[in-house]
C-alpha cells in the first residue's frame, strides 16, 4: 500500500514549524505564522499568513494545501473557516508536556518521519530525564512565580509549571497551572503573588519584553524574597510558551539554569 502523505502544509503556530524543520521536512510547508521565530531562517523563506488569532483564508487558500496545523481551540474559529472550504485541519490541544510528546509524534508519523520523530523525542525526554535528575540532589527547592501576562497577572500554564518541576522548582500557583485558558489563570489580587512569597521571579509575555527592572517597583514588592536577592529573569515566549520543540529544549534548560544558580547560593 501507498501512503499519500500531505505534500503542501500550512502552519499556524510556531512549534509544527519548528517541529517539521528539525525533521528535515520543511519543504513541505508553503505557510507559517507571523509569529514564527523558530527557526529563524522560516521567516525568510515561507510566506506569512496568520497570527494567532487570525488568518488570510484567501492567501491559504491560494496555497493549496494539502492539511493545516493549528493550536488549541482559540484557533477554532480559523479551522471552521478551512474546513467549510474543503481544506483537511489537524488542531492539536497539547497543554502538558506529555501531550506535547504526543503531538509531536503524531505530526512526525503524517509526513512519514515516525522512526526519526521517535529518534528526537527519546533524545529530548532523556534530557529531561537527566535535568530531573540533577534537580533531585538539590537542597532546596525555590518557590517560583511564573507571569505569562502582567495586566492582568496571568500565571503559568500547565506544561510551563510542569517544566518548573522537572528543573528543581515549585510553581507558586500549581493550581491555576490546570486551567487550560488564560482568563482562568488570571491572580485576582497582586497580593496573592506576596503571600506566596516567590524566591524567583520569571516573566515571558507574548508580544511585549518583560522587564525585571520595572517589576522589582511593583507596589509591596520590594520585600520579596526574589526581589531582594534579584532572582527576576525574562525567558523569551517563543523558547518557553510555545508547546514544542523549544519548550522541551531550550526552555527548559534556561529554567534549569536560573534555578540551579539560586540552589547553589542557597546550598
Known amino acids: 500500500m501507498t501512503l499519500v502523505l500531505p505534500q503542501r502544509i500550512v502552519c499556524l503556530t510556531e512549534e509544527t514549524t519548528e517541529w517539521l524543520y528539525?525533521?528535515?521536512e520543511e519543504a513541505r510547508i508553503v505557510g507559517i505564522s507571523?509569529?514564527?521565530?523558530?527557526?529563524?531562517?522560516?521567516r525568510d523563506e515561507k510566506p506569512k499568513v496568520s497570527a494567532f488569532l487570525s488568518a488570510k483564508i484567501d492567501k491559504i487558500l491560494a496555497l493549496k494545501p494539502d492539511c493545516v496545523f493549528?493550536?488549541?481551540?482559540?484557533?477554532?474559529?480559523?479551522?471552521?473557516?478551512?474546513?467549510?472550504?474543503?481544506?483537511?485541519?489537524?488542531?492539536?490541544?497539547?497543554?502538558?508536556?506529555?501531550?506535547?510528546?504526543s503531538m509531536l509524534y503524531q505530526v512526525a508519523a503524517m509526513v512519514g518521519q515516525a522512526e526519526q520523530g521517535l529518534q528526537r523525542l527519546q533524545q529530548m525526554r532523556a534530557q529531561l530525564d537527566a535535568i530531573q535528575q540533577t534537580a533531585a540532589s538539590f537542597k532546596r527547592r525555590p518557590?517560583?512565580?511564573?507571569?505569562?501576562?502582567d495586566e492582568p497577572h496571568i500565571s503559568a500554564i500547565r506544561w510551563v509549571s510542569e517544566l518548573i518541576g522537572i528543573a528543581g522548582g515549585d510553581d507558586?500557583?500549581?493550581?491555576?497551572?490546570?486551567?487550560a485558558?488564560?482568563?482562568?489563570?488570571?491572580?485576582a489580587s497582586g497580593q496573592t503573588i506576596i503571600d506566596r512569597a516567590p524566591d524567583i521571579i520569571i516573566g515571558s509575555l507574548c508580544g511585549k519584553k518583560f522587564r525585571p527592572e520595572k517589576a522589582a517597583m511593583r507596589e509591596?514588592?520590594?520585600?520579596?524574597?526574589?526581589?531582594?536577592?534579584?532572582?527576576?529573569?525574562?525567558?523569551?515566549?517563543?523558547?518557553?510558551?510555545q508547546p514544542g520543540p523549544a519548550s522541551l529544549t531550550d526552555g527548559v534548560m534556561q529554567l534549569h539554569r536560573i534555578i540551579q544558580q539560586w540552589e547553589a547560593a542557597h546550598a
Do not use: H
Not at 474559529?77 to 506535547?100: C, H, K, M, P, Y
Not at 507558586?172 to 486551567?179: G, K, N, R, S, T
Not at 485558558?181 to 491572580?187: L, N, V
Open 143 to 149: 518557590k517560583v512565580y511564573f507571569e505569562e501576562w
Open 181 to 187: 485558558m488564560g482568563k482562568d489563570r488570571i491572580i
Open 172 to 179: 507558586c500557583f500549581p493550581e491555576l497551572a490546570q486551567m
Open 22 to 24: 528539525l525533521l528535515g
Open 70 to 101: 493549528g493550536f488549541s481551540d482559540l484557533q477554532a474559529d480559523i479551522a471552521a473557516l478551512l474546513i467549510r472550504a474543503g481544506v483537511q485541519v489537524t488542531v492539536f490541544n497539547q497543554r502538558s508536556v506529555d501531550e506535547i510528546f
Open 34 to 42: 507571523g509569529y514564527t521565530v523558530r527557526p529563524r531562517r522560516a
Open 220 to 241: 509591596g514588592w520590594q520585600d520579596l524574597p526574589a526581589v531582594r536577592t534579584n532572582q527576576i529573569f525574562e525567558i523569551k515566549s517563543a523558547d518557553i510558551l
